[in-house]
């Protein structure tokens, strides 16, 4: 049945009616048809419209046998055909509302509705009914208002405080939904469905022992409720309580006997003890009987991941054409197309996008809900419009916290106007901490040793690998005291081993365990006895923030994969330089892990070394000047194509090269041209290069590189300077703002981190103007960059071992 339906149920309940109201409202108590009977039915309505095509009352009655059978799009245009012939609206509003819902057209059954709803405001059940259809169309103001007024209409009804509860929650008010469920529960405490839907709530703002409690009462009530079980499954997985997850499930199955979902717990409860081959057993047993069955492909696609993101797509497609109306698997699978970089990245990119505009259609009230993969589809193809349909940032940051979603605010740091903002980005971070450390228990201080040994420092990243974090950490793991200190490195990396783990394998005490639960990982970094222990990944795909709130080492420290404070209070300090550390001290969560120059170095034996500059400077073959960027789009925010835009329109003939893997397909390019249009540059002086990977001879075709704004780049920047393409940037308050005013001050090019917009754009005015010193740096900055801290990575190595050393000894 389709998604959308669920709500029908409560949507025309009279006052003191049961909750259980039937699915399709009016016709609620009815004894179910035979199937048969209503074949037969359908047959002598269709023979009767087909002798008499104007007979209204026979097309009112065929909609209605076909509303009530799930066939919501014969049922609209049945619907609509009675009304063309003069039928009246108002006795067949609700159903016709209730199929053009269904079939994700929410606003034109708002606008059936209200008219109707309007002409009789004292009417409880179109009240109710209008303020859902509202909340799908994505409403809120509307919907809670006339929400209310259901309320007041009929005070011991708990239907609307239900639906106010739902209207809540899509807006990301989830202390008001909490209220507006837990009013619904006190009219109504035998109503499963209210109580599981408090228990979600109770959940998302960190009261585990509430939801626990809700999710108990919902069971109690509803045993045979699939939704209930799979939330009270959840939380007591992720409570540790497999014991108290083995007696759900005994006593599930005496109400589901032969049922798939239970079968795909059990497989969720044999990963969670790490039991991967006999999950993965049972998952593989469903789809060899079920190939469509929608959670056990999801299970599927989370349990390989981007250890194999073929499959993981083929589990989703198969379960979206199996389940089109589902819009948990929908968004599900526009992320897994979005993240696949196999055969076609582009291709893969473009179904995304195409799914996630229907998505926008079709699910409205979903939107926010799974607003993280669609933003970040419309923030790769360029589609800034979409990307702003999706909800504003404050609007979407409780709901993220109420999921856990780290990673979403990852790609938002840019998307910040004022001090108070960045501020409430890092309280953000601090209450995601929290409600992280509400769940686990850190594991028992180590015991202090007395006798003289080795500082012991780990690295926790799925990254030690031919990646960009480890071309930046490698002079720790490689250069350092071996008679003062032991290294260890922790990976969770799926893939095969690649010859650069090989090597950090000898140098360090390396630990390679993919797909160990953090508990256990945890358990076995404290048997090392750490005394200062790094995380390198954040939230990035395959690392494991989390493992830090076990507290695994005496000390925690944050550096490179995340730039921001990651948010636990288990981590003592963040690596910064002079540079990067913001000045307003309530940016930073952590203590300041200081170095004295910088925080990254380039230069050594791995990253961009072997890349050859061409002679010539752009300019010199081609005639004009040509800035560009290999940045993200995640960073590309209105002000900074605005900003870019401007420097264009200043610096007449000029052209702006994208080199990013999206850049070859083509809704990027239509998207971002018609950005420039709209910002009066001729879309003709925007080029593309669509690559990942052997990227950097491109940036032999850029005259000089234009930084995003306000995030900036980090290993981007870095390798601009390093091909010889001095790199215009914008310094702000944020650590996110920051890096490449490290990296430009370290290379001797500080001048070219600016502090306003206004002169970022005179900046890159006048270097474009500046032809010779741009033949200077070509072929003059990496001799520099060696001979400044940002190519010195023996110096950085010795720098922090110091730090290692006077922050374990304190």
Not at 609 to 637: H, M
Request: glycine share 6%; net charge neutral.
């Amino acid at each position: 049945m389709p998604a959308q339906t669920k709500e029908a149920k409560r949507l025309m309940r009279k006052p003191n009616r049961s909750v259980k109201a039937p699915r399709t409202a009016p016709t609620a108590r009815a004894k179910p048809a035979n199937p048969a009977d209503l074949a037969r039915s359908e047959e002598d309505l269709r023979a009767r419209v087909a002798s008499k095509p104007d007979d209204n009352a026979a097309w009112q009655q065929l909609a209605g046998l076909l509303a009530n059978s799930r066939r919501p799009k014969e049922a609209v245009e049945a619907f609509a055909k009675a009304v063309a012939l003069g039928a009246p609206v108002a006795p067949i509003c609700t159903p016709y509302a209730i199929a053009l819902s269904t079939l994700g057209r929410h606003q034109e059954a708002a606008e059936l509705v209200a008219p109707i709803q309007a002409r009789k405001p004292k009417d409880f059940a179109l009240a109710n009914l209008l303020g859902v259809m509202l909340k799908r169309a994505g409403r809120y103001d509307e919907a809670s208002a006339m929400l209310k007024a259901a309320q007041r209409l009929d005070p011991k009804s708990a239907s609307p405080w239900q639906n106010l509860g739902n209207v809540e929650e899509a807006r990301g008010n989830l202390a008001a939904a909490v209220e507006a469920f837990r009013e619904g529960a006190r009219l109504e405490p035998r109503n499963g469905e209210i109580w599981r839907l408090l228990g979600r709530m109770q959940r998302a703002i960190g009261d585990q022992a509430g939801a626990r409690a809700s999710f108990e009462k919902a069971f109690e009530f509803q045993p045979k409720n699939r939704n209930t079980l799979n939330d009270l499954m959840g939380l007591l997985i992720d409570q540790g309580d497999i014991a108290g997850a083995v007696s759900v499930v005994e006593r599930a199955r005496k109400f589901h006997l032969g049922d798939r979902g239970l079968d795909v717990m059990h497989a969720r409860m044999l990963l969670r003890l790490g039991r991967r081959e006999e999950s993965r057993a049972v998952i593989d047993g469903i789809l060899a009987e079920d190939p469509g069955n929608a959670q056990a492909n999801l299970f599927l696609s989370r349990f390989v991941g981007d250890g194999d993101r073929r499959l993981a797509n083929e589990a989703l497609k198969r379960a979206h054409e199996a389940n089109p109306d589902a819009a948990e698997i929908q968004a599900a699978y526009i992320e897994s197309l979005s993240r696949s970089r196999y055969d076609s990245e582009v291709g893969h990119l473009e179904e995304s996008y195409r799914l996630s505009l229907d998505f926008m259609r079709r699910h409205p009230d979903k939107v926010a809900r799974s607003s993280r993969s669609l933003r970040t589809v419309f923030q790769r193809v360029m589609d800034l419009e979409q990307l702003d349909a999706t909800g504003a940032i404050p609007d979407l940051l409780p709901l993220w916290q109420a999921e856990g979603r780290h990673s979403s605010v990852h790609y938002e740091l840019g998307q910040v106007h004022s001090l108070e903002e960045r501020i409430g980005i890092v309280e953000w971070h601090r209450n995601w901490g929290r409600n992280v450390q509400r769940r686990i228990k850190p594991l028992p201080p180590a015991p202090a040793l007395h006798m003289p040994r080795k500082w012991r420092v780990g690295f926790l990243s799925s990254d030690l690998r031919n990646h960009p974090v480890t071309y930046f950490c490698m002079p720790l793991l490689e250069e350092y005291d071996r008679d003062r200190f032991e290294v260890f490195c922790y990976s969770f990396y799926e893939g095969e081993r690649d010859v650069i783990q090989a090597e950090i394998e000898k140098s360090t005490n390396f630990r390679w365990w993919p797909y160990r639960p953090d508990d256990q990982v945890a358990a076995d970094i404290a048997k090392d006895n750490l005394d200062l222990l790094f995380e390198l990944g954040g939230s990035t795909a395959m690392n494991k923030l989390e493992i830090m709130a076990y507290r695994p080492a005496r000390l925690g420290g944050s550096w490179l994969g995340y730039p921001h404070s990651a948010g636990l209070e288990t981590i003592d300090y963040i690596l910064v330089d002079p540079y990067i550390k913001p000045e307003d001290p309530r940016l930073l969560i952590e203590k300041p892990f200081e170095l004295p120059e910088t925080w990254v170095t380039i230069g050594g034996r791995l990253g961009f070394y072997e890349v050859p500059i061409d002679l010539e400077i752009p300019e010199d073959r081609r005639g004009y000047v040509t800035f560009g960027t290999a940045n993200n789009p995640y960073k590309y925010t209105k002000l900074c194509i605005d900003t870019w835009a401007a420097v264009l329109r200043r610096v007449p003939n000029s052209r702006f090269l994208f080199v990013r893997p999206e850049a070859g397909g083509p809704s990027f390019l239509e998207n971002t041209r018609a950005a420039f249009a709209a910002r009066n540059v001729d879309p003709d002086r925007i080029e593309f290069v669509g690559i990942r990977g052997k990227h950097l001879p491109h940036y032999n075709k850029m005259d000089i590189s234009l930084d995003t704004l306000p995030h900036v780049g980090g290993t981007t920047t870095c390798e601009s300077i390093w091909m010889g393409v001095p790199c215009i940037s914008l310094v702000g308050p944020g650590f996110a703002e920051r890096l490449s005013y490290s990296n430009l001050s370290n290379a001797g090019i500080g001048d070219m981190a600016t502090f306003s917009v206004e002169d970022y754009i005179e900046k890159a005015a006048e270097l474009a103007a500046d032809a010779p010193r741009r033949r200077v740096l070509r072929h003059g900055l990496r001799d520099m960059i060696r001979a400044m801290p940002l190519g010195q990575p023996t110096r950085f190595g010795k720098a922090f071992y110091d730090k290692a050393a006077e922050v374990c000894a304190l």
